[in-house]
């Protein structure tokens, strides 16, 4: 099975480039952001917490979205793209152990690497249109970067001691990143 962790800053291009890896490989795509604007949309008990912390830039607990993935982790096609998680050790933890539990594990991380500036101005240009509001408010904006660097980007050592960390120059056009995507993940030795 090949199980990718697609990582990089908010507006990095994750969720870009997940839906074009989950065809071209034929991997279930979980993205907790997806998951957890879903929850807001349906108006859940877990959406409405969800909606004030993830309005701020901060994380949403680690129980709740570990939970979420949980329940996903079914028909797993020829694997799993896991888009936005994990964002925490104690995610990347949960998930080498669930993925135990089903004989599988993490095949490799493709962090996409962006600057603060053009991570900035691809988030304010997104929430002109998205009418998300952790887009709209630069302060917002800048709340999810500095959590970024201090609550997700430690899980890069992660894996990088476990030789699973693949760096991707992530700007340029869409189509240019997704080649590089697609040729380090032809590269993994199996
Ligand atoms: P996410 O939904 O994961 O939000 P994101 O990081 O902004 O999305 P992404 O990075 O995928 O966007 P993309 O670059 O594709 O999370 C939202 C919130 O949910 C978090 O802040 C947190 O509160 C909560 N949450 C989610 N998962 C969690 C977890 N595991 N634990 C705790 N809390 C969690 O797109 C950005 C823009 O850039 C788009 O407009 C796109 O078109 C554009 N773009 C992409 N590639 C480009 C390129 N090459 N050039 C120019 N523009 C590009």
Do not use: W
Not at 11 to 25: R, S, V, W
Not at 100 to 111: F, Q, R
Not at 172 to 178: Q, V
């Amino acid at each position: 099975m090949l199980n990718l962790v697609l990582f990089g800053p908010p507006g990095a291009g994750k969720g870009t480039q997940a839906i074009f890896l989950a065809e071209t490989f034929n991997l279930v795509h979980l993205s907790t952001g997806d998951l957890l604007r879903q929850e807001i949309a349906d108006k859940t008990e877990l959406g409405l917490m969800a909606q004030e912390i993830m309005s701020k830039g901060e994380l949403v607990p680690d129980s709740i979205v570990i939970s979420m993935i949980e329940v996903k982790l079914k028909n797993p096609n020829n694997g799993f793209i896991f888009d936005g998680f994990p964002r925490t050790t104690p995610q990347a933890q949960a998930l080498d152990s669930l993925l135990e539990k089903h004989g599988t594990k993490v095949s490799v991380m493709l962090c996409l690497e962006v600057a603060k500036e053009e991570l900035i101005s691809r988030l304010l240009n997104r929430g002109l249109s998205s009418g998300r509001s952790d887009d709209t408010d630069p302060a917002t904006i800048e709340n999810r970067i500095n959590v970024y660097n201090e609550k997700t980007a430690p899980i890069i050592s992660f894996y990088e001691s476990q030789g699973k960390y693949i760096s991707i120059h992530g700007v340029g056009t869409i189509e240019d990143i997704a080649v590089s995507l697609k040729r380090a993940i032809e590269n993994i030795p199996i």
